[in-house]
């Protein structure tokens, strides 16, 4: 009896001491710094098709490292090729009927104002004419006052000079009127050669378009990376058929990671964007990790549908996000961290 008595005191002083160090432990725990526990989180780019295509050649493995402009994958373009050579010809062909509209025009501008100078020339012509043809009525009229011979033989041959005249002035209008006529066709064949030449420039336009297009999905053959990340995922194999929308490869760029952890609502006023932070690993017990409060949201999350007393306000949590460097690349997705912020408490 005096054994099992001994035993069980030893037990309960074990279970005593065991129960007073998890208090105090907990007690530590809940008078230390502000923190949480979270997860290692990288940056991750998704490269998507924009073309339906086969793929012809996978240039990288799952867990590569990459650079920016480094060649992922390339796709059997062969369609989108032949209508960047469809869109280049017609781009060609546009714009040679684009230069014989210029030409056309450019002729037919020189024409109009060809007859342009006809009419005004005709128009001189006849007002010269004119001007003559009244000088030789007023010097016959003068001649018929004096009344002798002599006066009434100039006279006639004034008249006559002036009849002449007369007839030639008809003949400057009639040419001034045709050269009008000329000059109003001109100016129709003008405004159509320009109305040739706007059509002209418009199928450019079409065709320039076109062809951009045509070389963005040419370009969409051959998949580059946009920055420094590891390979973390190819879908596809070679030969498969994928269609637009479908991801081709996912990168994870870990150079710099982040950690969400939760504070309750009494805790939240400890911590600020830009403070400093601690994360501890457990796949390295040694080392720590320092980082820095990116975000601290602003909307609570798991809040009680009613909020009473001080422990449903409690039970408020606020996500904050925390950024490490990670240089070395020891830090990997989906790693439980511990994070701490030093000069606080809870």
Do not use: W
């Amino acid at each position: 009896m005096r054994r099992i008595a001994t035993v069980l005191s030893v037990l309960t002083l074990l279970l005593v001491g065991l129960l007073t160090f998890k208090l105090r432990a907990q007690d530590a725990q809940l008078r230390g710094p502000a923190g949480g526990s979270g997860e290692i989180e990288g940056t991750e780019v998704r490269l998507a098709s924009k073309i339906s295509a086969r793929i012809l050649e996978l240039k990288v493995k799952e867990g590569e490292a990459v650079k920016p402009g480094d060649l992922l994958v390339r796709l059997d373009c062969s369609e989108p090729e032949q209508a960047l050579a469809e869109a280049m010809g017609r781009l060609a062909s546009a714009q040679a009927q684009s230069k014989g509209a210029q030409a056309q025009a450019q002729s037919a501008l020189g024409q109009q104002q060809a007859a342009a100078a006809s009419v005004s020339a005709a128009r001189a012509q006849a007002e010269a004419l004119a001007a003559q043809r009244d000088a030789s009525r007023r010097q016959a009229e003068r001649l018929e006052a004096v009344g002798n011979d002599v006066a009434f033989s100039n006279r006639d041959q004034v008249r006559a000079s002036a009849q002449g005249l007369e007839h030639q002035v008809q003949a400057a209008k009639a040419s001034s009127e045709a050269s009008a006529g000329q000059a109003t066709a001109a100016s129709g064949q003008v405004r159509a050669a320009q109305a040739q030449v706007e059509n002209a420039e418009s199928a450019i336009r079409i065709a320039e378009a076109a062809l951009a297009r045509a070389k963005l999905l040419v370009a969409e053959c051959e998949v580059r990376a946009p920055r420094e990340a590891v390979v973390e995922e190819l879908p596809f194999e070679v030969g498969e058929l994928v269609a637009p929308g479908s991801v081709l490869v996912e990168l994870i760029d870990l150079r710099e990671v982040t950690a969400t952890f939760y504070l309750p609502n009494a805790e939240i006023a400890v911590v600020r964007p830009g403070a400093q932070a601690q994360v501890a690993v457990d796949a390295f017990p040694d080392e720590v990790f320092q980082g820095v409060v990116r975000t601290v949201s602003l909307k609570a999350e798991f809040t009680p549908r009613n909020i009473q007393t001080r422990t449903d306000r409690d039970r408020l949590v606020y996500p904050v996000e925390v950024a490490i460097a990670n240089p070395d690349l020891k830090l990997r997705a989906g790693m439980p961290v511990q994070v701490t912020l030093p000069g606080t408490s809870r």
